[in-house]
């Protein structure tokens, strides 16, 4: 068994970084913002608005499959009382403007942004490939996507203007490597992540930008909850357990993944242990992906 890292080492002493889609207790957005304030961040923490459009097209777009401002306010409070630096912010990621002012916002308060996780992402809409709507399919491409290259773009403007490089990671998904049935938007969102992610870093590497991605495979968040139960039923399991058991026989290290296992891979991405690590898609699947 490896000895886990000292609690006093702090490989992000100082920096600071914004991790958007945070606003669900148990998400991942959560543990990222506590893995990175833990090694040392102060943190901006986003998600949508009161007024943020939540709206999808056939599809159950329950309140627990979104954050809400105060969950992401007493999200922040906890990482203050544990010691840590951090302010929410609103932001719908598919409004440039939005994602304009909160950098600048970070920044007055900050002074600086040195890292960006782009997480917010839509994964709730599950339909047949040929009943998905033109709406649905947009809805999913506008956050999973266009959000994700809106924030990439103007975090990188920012960072080019500071001068001193930074860090940037996209949450991509084992969807990002293989197609999932009645999943076809978010595939293919993801998918696209990976491009993005690529092009990205030979544009900002010169800069001393990373760019990378990482590809975590299921993890039974609030939202991985209502997958669990959507893909046991088309699947033609008796209940969720059976099914959870069988995707654990699947996976090499035989067991499913949890937000800190990718929530830890971020922290690496973001610190001097990858500096030269850049353009790259990281499995995070507990060997269920290798590609």
């Known amino acids: ?30 543990a990222v913002l506590q893995h990175l304030s833990a ?3 102060k943190i901006a923490a986003t998600d949508l608005p009161p007024s943020g459009d939540r709206s999808a097209d056939g599809a159950a777009a329950a309140p627990e499959h979104f954050g809400s401002s105060d969950t992401l306010e007493a999200i ?39 890292i960006l996780i782009n ?10 490939l040929i009943e998905t709507s033109a709406q649905n399919w947009r809805t999913v491409i506008d956050v999973n996507l266009t959000g994700a290259f809106l924030c990439l773009k103007h975090a990188a403007r920012q960072m080019l203007t500071q001068g001193h490089g930074g860090r940037i990671v996209n949450i991509a998904s084992q969807a990002a490597k293989s197609g999932h049935a009645h999943l076809a938007a978010y595939s293919a ?51 969720v357990e059976p099914y959870l058991a069988d995707m654990k ?11 800190a296992d990718t929530a830890r891979a971020c ?3 973001c610190s001097d242990a990858a500096s ?16």
Do not use: W
């Open 189 to 239: 969102s993801k998918h696209g992540m990976v491009g993005l992610t690529r092009s990205a870093a030979i544009e900002l590497g010169p800069h001393g930008i990373t760019v990378n991605a990482v590809c975590p495979n299921h993890m039974t968040t609030r939202l991985g909850a209502a997958q669990n139960a959507y893909f046991a039923k088309l699947r033609g399991f008796a209940g």
């Open 1 to 30: 068994m490896m000895t886990a890292p000292s609690p006093d080492v702090r490989p992000l002493e100082g920096m600071v970084a914004l991790c958007t889609g945070a606003g669900r207790r148990g998400g991942l957005g959560e």
């Open 249 to 259: 026989n699947r996976i090499p290290l035989r067991r499913v993944g949890s937000t």
């Open 39 to 41: 090694a040392g961040c």
């Open 76 to 114: 922040v409070a906890d990482i203050r009382a544990a010691g840590g630096e951090g302010i929410a912010l609103p932001l719908d990621v598919r409004d440039e403007s939005q994602i304009e002012t909160a950098i600048a916002s970070i920044v007055k308060v900050f002074g600086r942004l040195d």
């Open 276 to 291: 030269y690590i850049t353009g790259e898609a990281l499995n995070v699947s507990g060997g269920m992906e290798m590609h």
């Open 119 to 128: 997480n917010a992402g839509i994964g709730f809409i599950m339909q047949p």
């Open 267 to 269: 922290v690496f991405l």
